[in-house]
């Protein structure tokens, strides 16, 4: 569907939902009374108030629905989603809009009762959606610098409030993905732009942020501005991020391609029989096109599936496989793009995979990508090279940029101690246990030549290290990333010079 299509639709809606809601009013208000009457539902100021539950599901629902935002499905949105505040008190969103893969926060919505007034000053006049802007930035500065006496509606300064401290209490990931913030009370809705400067910046936001639509008629008059401040695909990404060949050629634009590095899809899997388990990895290459500062994974699926060897000294046939299939594959995918004019770039010029590509990894921070890193970005902390799927098994992507694995044949250097865990606890840096099996989170154990049982060195890599989610022991001279990762402070590696 077109846009102009959609958002025909969406008015389409709106105005239905409106008409059902204002012939269906005088029932609802009615059967509200009935209830206050039996005690079955909280009296207000105004036993005719009409509360928020039945606003929500007549005329919020449906305009969350109409923009894609289905309150049904708890993949999209979750209703009375909860936070805490800084005194660890619980907090309650009505409304949460989830980014598909990471579940981090897009939208969040505030409802009120369909009664609620629009923001003014104490006895002061209605105002028009400009006025109810500049009247809502100045509350909110006066909000960040403790004063009290806002000009604004008590009511309002406290809604305003709350918002803040809703804001205020994402984690980082949350903050980088917050989109919108919404206050609504069905026949007016309040939209305000980047949520996280306009609520926890210094000083009063942009008037530009904040947006008003008045009333029933001003919604419906300005509904494309609405469609386009609110409209999920607009938000959020939806499309996946890796891609079949078939699929490639639906969602990229040949000519829109800016360079492309070379990568792995590597799955964890539990294999066996009853009694006894144990982990096998699959590998596929893969080929990350960047297109629009977006990473799109190009999978050979149809391919076979090579195994990552359990004895790590066969790593070596595995790499020239991989490597054999990956180039037949890249050469054969960039004629059918009309891209052979295309070579991988080197590792250290990807610039991470964004915040809201791949399931969320607790703890680990986010940044924003784009294409290629430039010479600002020279520490590599932050940036995610390895990032899962989204799928239901253990199943990342890594990019290796011009190699065709994470990991190398042999480690370099001379042989250390601290790849068998007795050694490493006779120094002193090892962990309590030794690691005894394959995981999903580490493909090596103690006594393999390429594990790491130094346990002080796994504390101090940190977020430094590109591929822990799915090699948490992997000595690092057997990592293509080393260089990378210690690129200012090698001399602090334990390993034999």
């Not at 077109?2 to 012939?23: M, P």
């Not at 005690?39 to 923009?67: K, N, W």
């Not at 709350?162 to 309040?190: F, M």
């Amino acid at each position: 569907m077109s846009e102009e299509a959609a958002i025909a639709a969406f008015l389409r809606v709106l105005r239905s939902a409106f008409e059902f809601f204002q012939a269906e009013e005088l029932n609802v208000r009615s059967q509200y009374a009935r209830d206050v009457g039996r005690g079955d539902a909280p009296s207000g100021a105004d036993d005719d108030e009409l509360l928020e539950r039945p606003t929500r599901r007549f005329l919020i629902d449906r305009m969350m629905r109409a923009l894609d935002w289905n309150p049904d499905d708890p993949d999209q949105v979750v209703e009375e989603a909860r936070s805490w505040d800084p005194e660890e008190e619980r907090l309650y969103f009505d409304y949460l809009g989830l980014a598909p893969r990471t579940r981090a926060p897009v939208v969040l919505v505030e409802a009120k009762a369909y009664d609620a007034g629009a923001p003014r000053q104490p006895r002061g006049a209605h105002l028009d959606a400009r006025a109810m802007a500049e009247l809502i930035s100045g509350a909110i500065a006066d909000l960040k610098s403790g004063r009290r006496d806002h000009p604004i509606l008590a009511e309002w300064a406290e809604w305003l409030s709350d918002l803040r401290t809703y804001v205020a209490s994402l984690d980082t990931l949350g903050r980088s993905t917050l989109r919108r913030v919404v206050s609504t009370a069905g026949r007016w809705v309040v939209v305000f732009e980047e949520p996280v400067d306009v609520f926890t910046g210094d000083g009063a936001p942009n008037v530009g942020l904040i947006h008003w639509f008045v009333s029933l008629e001003n919604v419906l008059d300005r509904h494309a501005a609405l469609f386009r401040l609110l409209h999920r695909p607009r938000l959020i990404d939806t499309l996946p991020l890796t891609l079949s060949v078939a699929e490639a050629h639906e969602v990229l634009r040949s000519d829109e391609i800016s360079c492309i590095f070379r990568g792995v899809v590597v799955v964890t899997r539990e294999s066996g029989g009853s009694r006894r388990t144990y982990p096998t990895r699959s590998v596929w290459p893969a080929l990350i096109a960047i297109s629009a500062n977006r990473p799109f994974a190009i999978v050979d699926y149809d391919g076979q599936a090579l195994e990552d060897p359990r004895d790590p000294t066969k790593l070596a046939d595995l790499i020239a496989a991989l490597s054999a299939n990956g180039l037949k594959f890249e050469t054969r995918l960039l004629q059918m793009l009309g891209r052979a004019d295309l070579g991988p770039r080197p590792v250290h010029e990807f610039a991470g995979f964004p915040p809201d590509l791949g399931r969320r990894e607790a703890g680990r921070p986010s940044i924003a990508a784009i294409a290629v890193a430039t010479d600002e970005q020279a520490d590599t902390g932050n940036r995610r090279f390895a990032v899962h799927t989204g799928g239901r098994h253990p199943e990342y992507l890594v990019v290796t940029g011009e190699n065709w694995f994470c990991k190398t044949a042999a480690p370099v250097g001379p042989a250390c101690d601290f790849h068998e865990w007795p050694r490493a606890r006779n120094q002193g840096v090892a962990a309590p246990q030794p690691v005894t099996r394959r995981s999903e989170a580490s493909y090596t154990e103690s006594g393999d030549v390429i594990h790491c049982a130094h346990e002080e060195l796994r504390a101090f890599r940190g977020v430094r290290c590109k591929i822990d989610v799915l090699e948490s022991h992997l000595c690092c001279r057997a990592c293509i990333y080393s260089q990378l990762c210690w690129s200012i402070d090698a001399d602090r590696l334990p390993c034999p010079p």
